[in-house]
């Protein structure tokens, strides 16, 4: 009998005997579960023959196996080898149960069949689930993803953090890098995602956007208009966070204009005194360099135009049935009459400036990030 064949009769056999695997007697250990289907697995996968319609005990096998390999790499292994079709909430499962840098295999498989359970999972409101599935689109590398990943790029409905994951992930390809090129370029690509995107696709390996990107979406100055390092850089250098508190209450930047953190400061935007928990220095670089990229809720500011033709700009500190009152940069308050105002519109631009890191060095906003970053929950 050759080879395979006895692997195979022996594989069936085993199967019939294993309490594991539907077989009589005692349920064997974890560990020895584990092992057990780990050798299923080695040894399905050497057999080649992969025709499952035409071998029923070999189709009864391997789908056995794969019931019990539901959510790990191996049940990947197997759709793959012997490629299975309609494991598509099997191979989701491997996506959400695996590590990002794991799961790619299973969502290439996912691309090439029906992307329902995909769509699916990307219009969930588990935020945490749809920006794991958005990362492994990206890491899939596979330009199949670019539809789906572009559709959520241009969505100003989706969540913000979710856009700005499917800017990174579309840029992995070379046709989403110029898709998102191609929005920049046509003024197309929203205020809060041209920061992420110029960052993302100064990473690229494909030199002719690069180049064209650092023109169409040039990386932000710094002290004397020098160009200041991409992100990865910035995030890799060591900041003096001891420096970083001074710079914070310095007139330039400004920040204890607008911020306060353990009671010192003025409160106009976000309380900064736990910052450091909230977010990670990638996003605190953002927050400096691209401020209406994430407007905080509550923090919204407002442009009122008075029937006088007065124009007035701030967060709404406070609304009744008549009076409205405005709150400007230096915690400056304006209170106007309801009767008075002709419109009240909401601005897509954050009431903190941009420009803030011009007055400093590189090691400056360093060090001031490195300070914010410092600022955590007791």
Not at 23 to 45: I, R
Not at 330 to 344: A, P, Q
Request: charged share 20%; proline share 5%; net charge neutral.
């Amino acid at each position: 009998m050759p080879v395979r064949r006895i692997h195979l009769v022996a594989l069936v056999l085993w199967f019939g005997a294993s309490p594991f695997l539907g077989g009589s007697g005692q349920s064997a250990e974890p560990d020895a579960e584990a092992q057990k289907t780990a050798l299923a697995v080695e040894t399905l996968t050497r057999l080649q023959s992969t025709d499952l319609s035409t071998n029923p005990k070999l189709k009864e096998a391997v789908f056995r196996v794969l019931e019990r390999t539901r959510g790990t790499p191996n049940f990947v292994k197997l759709v793959r080898h012997f490629q299975i079709p309609n494991q598509e909430t099997g191979l989701l499962e491997v996506v959400l149960a695996q590590p990002v840098a794991e799961s790619a295999e299973a969502m290439r498989l996912l691309l090439a069949g029906d992307v329902a359970p995909l769509q699916q999972a990307l219009t969930g409101t588990n935020l945490s689930v749809v920006l794991k599935v958005v990362e492994t689109l990206g890491n899939a590398g596979e330009k199949q993803a670019n539809p789906l990943l572009l559709a959520i790029v241009t969505d100003a409905k989706k969540d913000a953090a979710v856009r700005r994951q499917a800017v990174r992930s579309l840029v992995k390809t070379a046709d989403g890098a110029r898709e998102v090129l191609r929005l920049a370029k046509d003024d197309q690509l929203a205020l809060d995602l041209r920061f992420t995107a110029g960052n993302a696709l100064s990473l690229v390996r494909w030199e002719e956007i690069k180049q064209e990107a650092a023109t169409v979406l040039p990386p932000a100055q710094g002290q004397n208009a020098v160009p200041l390092p991409p992100l990865d850089k910035l995030l890799a250098m060591k900041g003096d966070p001891h420096n970083g508190a001074r710079i914070f209450t310095n007139t330039i930047p400004g920040c204890s204009a607008c911020h306060v953190v353990h009671g010192q400061g003025t409160e106009l935007g976000p309380n900064l005194s736990e910052v450091g928990t909230k977010l990670g220095k990638d996003a605190l670089y953002e927050a400096i360099l691209e401020p209406s990229a994430g407007i905080s809720f509550g923090f919204e500011a407002f442009n009122v135009t008075l029937k006088s033709g007065d124009e007035y700009y701030g967060l709404i500190a406070s609304e009744s049935a008549d009076e409205l009152t405005l709150k400007a940069v230096g915690g400056i308050t304006t209170r106007i009459k309801k009767s008075d105002i002709t419109s009240r519109q909401q601005s897509k631009v954050s009431l903190m400036p941009t420009g803030l890191q011009v007055g400093l060095t590189t090691q400056e906003l360093v060090d001031l990030i490195e300070y914010l970053a410092s600022l955590k929950k007791p």
